[in-house]
């Protein structure tokens, strides 16, 4: 495992529209599916949503978002974080994000996500389900159903006796204690890799502006395109930067996500570098889903 912290991350910012380009609902599915896979895979800590289009918003962005949430929460939290609905009709049938914040019972790792049970705020209190036999109690009053990511400590045995009528919240016979901390505290402190958090955005100039979910806007902009220069060119380096976003367009490419957007600047000033990462493609075109995991997979070595 890690143990040196890491306070850069990488972003990517896609159409929601490539979802509607799939003829029917398991395959809409499927799609998603196989992006939440990539950016699991290549350690991607935020994916951007945005319209191809702003004057008419594609159905496909709610409902990509909502599975990439989805896919990412740990499998013991779905039920209690998601309820019924019609867009995850098919997700069971996915494929596993398999990520290191989504641990088995019998795995131990000093972080966890949670979902708070219970809550006394009198006592100023709260517990947590994070996947264990046994619930995490946490000093602090969180009201029940949010998600919280957690720092565990040893565990503690009879921290409270079930006869102890003075709390409303009951112990068991051993218990954890933990600390609620910054969804981001496993990545800074340990450099794990913590699952993705999802933006949605109503035009590609608003993806690349930002802010990003960390609160600051992205130093460095990176636009893919069949158009671009070769990525593969061995002189080719990254500036330092602590936010990268690397853009994908839809099955029209970035050019006409710039071209419906009346805010966006040209191109050139809009992202650092504009790359082809395959510019030897033997298909005319290149999937989104297929041009993510081919990416990433080039910038590994350059990160």
């Not at 930002?210 to 609160?215: A, D, K, N, R, Y």
Request: charged share 25%.
């Amino acid at each position: 495992m890690p143990q040196k912290g890491r306070d850069w991350t990488v972003s990517i910012a896609l159409p929601g529209d490539i979802l509607d380009n799939a003829q029917s609902q398991e395959l809409r599915a499927y799609v998603a599916g196989q992006v939440a896979r990539a950016c699991s895979i290549f350690n991607v800590d935020e994916v951007v949503v945005f319209p191809e289009n702003p004057r008419s918003p594609a159905q496909g962005c709610d409902l990509l978002a909502r599975l990439l949430e989805y896919l990412e929460t740990p499998q013991y939290l779905r039920k209690a974080l998601f309820p019924i609905h019609p867009a995850l009709r098919h997700a069971g049938l996915l494929n596993p994000l398999d990520a290191p914040h989504h641990l088995r019972a019998h795995e131990w790792c000093m972080f966890r996500e949670g979902v708070v049970t219970e809550q006394d705020e009198t006592q100023g209190q709260s517990m947590v389900d994070v996947g264990l036999k046994q619930k995490v109690h946490v000093p602090v009053s969180i009201e029940p159903g949010t998600r919280v990511t957690l720092k565990l400590h040893k565990p503690k045995k009879q921290i409270e006796a079930r006869s102890n009528k003075k709390r409303k919240l009951r112990g068991m016979d051993s218990i954890f204690e933990a600390e609620a901390v910054a969804p981001s505290a496993p990545r800074e402190e340990l450099g794990l890799y913590w699952g993705y958090q999802v933006r949605i955005c109503g035009s590609i100039s608003e993806a690349v502006q930002g802010p990003s979910v960390f609160g600051d806007n992205y130093d460095l902009c990176i636009g893919t395109s069949d158009k671009g220069t070769n990525l593969l060119d061995p002189k080719f380096e990254l500036p330092k930067f602590k936010r990268l976003l690397i853009v994908f367009g839809g099955v029209a490419g970035i050019e006409e996500c710039i071209k419906h957007d009346s805010q966006a600047q040209s191109k050139d000033k809009m992202f650092a570098f504009y790359v082809n990462c395959c510019p030897k493609q033997g298909s005319r075109t290149i999937r989104t889903e297929e041009a993510i995991p081919i990416t990433m997979s080039l910038f590994q070595k350059i990160l």
